[in-house]
């Protein structure tokens, strides 16, 4: 089974190894909403997910499935 979208955030963002602190002021995204992302207590919005991911380095984009 795939992964979820978020759990794939929740893993790169473990594996950077910055803490949520540095990784909060490098992405511009409170800290408090990266802590109970990572607690899954909350969900992350796309704005937000394009802040992290740029700043973890990584690409956000759309992809169609296939077969679909």
């Known amino acids: 089974m795939a992964k979820s ?3 794939i ?7 950077d190894g910055r803490t949520i602190y540095r990784l909060a ?5 409170n800290q ?3 802590g109970r992302f ?3 207590e ?5 704005r ?7 700043a973890l ?5 759309a992809m169609k499935r296939k077969g679909k």
């Open 25 to 29: 002021i490098d992405s511009g995204v």
């Open 42 to 46: 909350r969900d992350m919005n796309l």
């Open 32 to 34: 408090g909403v990266l």
């Open 57 to 61: 380095g990584l690409e956000l984009r």
């Open 48 to 54: 937000t997910a394009e802040k992290v991911c740029r």
């Open 5 to 7: 979208f978020p759990d």
């Open 38 to 40: 990572m607690r899954n």
């Open 9 to 15: 955030i929740r893993g790169a963002i473990r594996k």
